[in-house]
């Protein structure tokens, strides 16, 4: 008996919200008020006197902020006007968003983190009051520890960015520990590895080295060796790639930085498709950080707050940020968990206080939920998620996957349009943008553009086989048009509040505008009005034409 066939997926109607909505400074009424601030207590008064006099000069203000006023319905309607004029997890198939792992966070990890036993919590609380807390960060690095194979975890980095610099920071001080650190000046990375880490080792004063693919699309490892040296402080490296392949010589690329002395540092930022399956510290690494914010489905939240997982074997341990959490047992056996200042060697505190609590509530939330075969099917599910996806994105034509052609892949993949732009003048980016107006999400990748014409996406375990077969559905379709009515891609979007920005603006300090007060300044205030109006008006004309 067959199955009956599945119904081509539908294309949705979709057109973005538009409310030609205001900034919420010019919505602004001298008097309005949302909430009345409680006055401060007697008890504090008779205590302290005049509390703003009590307050150190440099956190006095010679004048109070000029914050809008608005009541509170207000306030209530122009941010949700605000949130319709947006794309987001919640609304549309987010597989577009490539390397940062967008998947479903569930909902019931904000009610968690929504208590007022963990909002009303100041980060400089006395520990005897903050035992729930430290426990959580304490069982979520014993956690991590298990799922990286390495002996001891820091939760104290706010981002993945700054557990990569925490990475090199550590790496840095082991040598100059080791009395090498004038000797060992060189890092190594492979172009595909997050450009975070060559980032980070050049803002710590190394030269950085990085390894292109064989022939074959893999990371060369003839190269590697070619490089190592014992100027080499360490090897950085992510794995899988953003190309989404695995480096199947792992083990070989880590034994060969060890035989010159040199650190293996391991980016397991794209780690959605190894989970359970392989671990850090199994392919003999010595450091690695993990991004919460990825990985153990704590949002991004347009674009942080982040949470960062420094993950170390025994010979780094003294090396990490603190300060740290410790679990102490009294002779009574009671336990309790404390703040420790960290080891004399550490790298200190990278960042203020002690982690992103919120973020590492849902992360522990998110694993004890799903326990250890939870995290194996999580895993299994992205690769096979992803795929699945890359054979069907490989049907459309003038799509291709390069590197490792015909190779399976992990949790996701850098494809090219380079042959549709070669036929129709249609790049990535043009179709990015038109992918919006269809309510879908698109990523090119990161800088430089070493896949020609690139798009990266990443289905996680989080989307349905029909969720994907619509977002490819939608690519398809848009390929269609490149092809057959060019146009309508390269003026898109159509359906959506936003217009073509203007590159130049982006490449010219004096026209940024970051801020209300910017604003003004620059294209309102005094010096600034000529320019600036000139500016808005022909930008204004552009958008009318």
């Not at 081509?8 to 409310?19: E, G, L, N, T, Y």
């Not at 001080?173 to 060559?198: C, D, K, L, M, W």
């Amino acid at each position: 008996m067959s199955l009956p066939l599945a119904p081509k997926p539908a294309i949705r109607r979709f057109h973005q919200a538009s409310w030609d909505e205001p900034v919420i400074f010019e919505l602004s009424t001298p008097g309005e008020r949302g909430v009345f601030v409680t006055p401060i207590e007697q008890g504090v008064r008779d205590a302290v006197g005049d509390v703003v006099a009590a307050l150190p000069a440099g956190l006095r203000r010679a004048a109070p902020p000029a914050l809008p006023e608005l009541g509170q319905m207000r306030v209530l309607k122009h941010y949700l006007r605000l949130s319709q004029e947006n794309l987001g997890a919640d609304l549309n198939v987010d597989i577009g968003q490539g390397t940062c792992t967008m998947k479903y966070s569930p909902k019931i990890n904000d009610q968690l983190i929504g208590t007022p036993k963990l909002t009303a919590m100041h980060p400089l609380q006395d520990p005897a009051d903050a035992q729930g807390v430290l426990e959580i960060v304490w069982s979520l690095e014993r956690m991590l520890a298990e799922i990286s194979g390495m002996s001891e975890v820091s939760l104290h980095t706010q981002g993945g960015s700054a557990a990569i610099w925490a990475n090199i920071a550590m790496i840095r001080a082991y040598h100059e520990a080791n009395g090498e650190g004038e000797q060992r000046r060189e890092v190594i990375t492979t172009i595909f590895s997050h450009p975070s880490n060559a980032a980070a080792a050049k803002a710590a004063g190394y030269e950085v080295i990085t390894i292109f693919p064989d022939a074959e699309g893999y990371p060369d490892l003839a190269a590697l060796k070619a490089a190592l040296s014992p100027r080499t402080a360490a090897i950085m490296v992510t794995n899988p790639e953003d190309t989404g392949i695995y480096n199947p010589a792992i083990k070989q690329w880590v034994d060969a930085a060890h035989e010159v002395g040199a650190l293996a540092a391991y980016d397991q930022a794209n780690a959605n498709g190894i989970l359970g399956i392989t671990r850090a510290r199994d392919a003999g690494f010595d450091v690695c950080h993990f991004n919460l914010h990825k990985t153990f489905s704590t949002p991004h939240a347009c674009g942080g707050p982040g949470a960062g997982a420094n993950a170390v074997s025994a010979a780094l341990a003294p090396f990490l940020p603190g300060p740290r959490v410790v679990r102490e047992v009294a002779a009574d056996g009671a336990v309790s968990f404390d703040l420790h200042d960290a080891d004399a060697r550490s790298i200190g505190s990278v960042a203020p206080f002690h982690g992103v609590i919120p973020n590492i509530v849902r992360a522990y939330s998110w694993i004890m939920a799903l326990g250890a075969e939870g995290l194996l099917a999580a895993a299994e599910i992205a690769v096979l998620n992803n795929n699945y996806l890359l054979a069907k994105v490989l049907e459309i034509p003038g799509a291709s996957a390069p590197y490792a052609a015909g190779r399976r892949r992990i949790e996701q993949v850098r494809y090219s349009w380079q042959e549709l732009f070669e036929d129709t003048g249609i790049s990535s980016e043009e179709i990015g943008i038109r992918m919006t107006d269809f309510g879908m999400h698109y990523w090119t990748s990161h800088h430089p553009y070493v896949v020609p014409q690139p798009f990266t996406l990443e289905p996680t375990e989080s989307y349905s086989k029909a969720e994907i077969d619509e977002y490819v559905a939608v690519l398809a379709e848009v390929a269609r048009e490149a092809r057959e009515t060019p146009e309508v891609v390269r003026t898109a979007p159509h359906n959506q509040t936003v217009h073509h920005t203007h590159h130049d603006d982006l490449d010219d300090p004096e026209r940024w505008a970051i801020t209300w007060r910017a604003y003004q300044r620059k294209y309102f205030g005094a010096g600034a009005a000529g320019r600036g109006a000139v500016r808005l008006e022909t930008r204004d004309a552009e958008t009318a034409a």
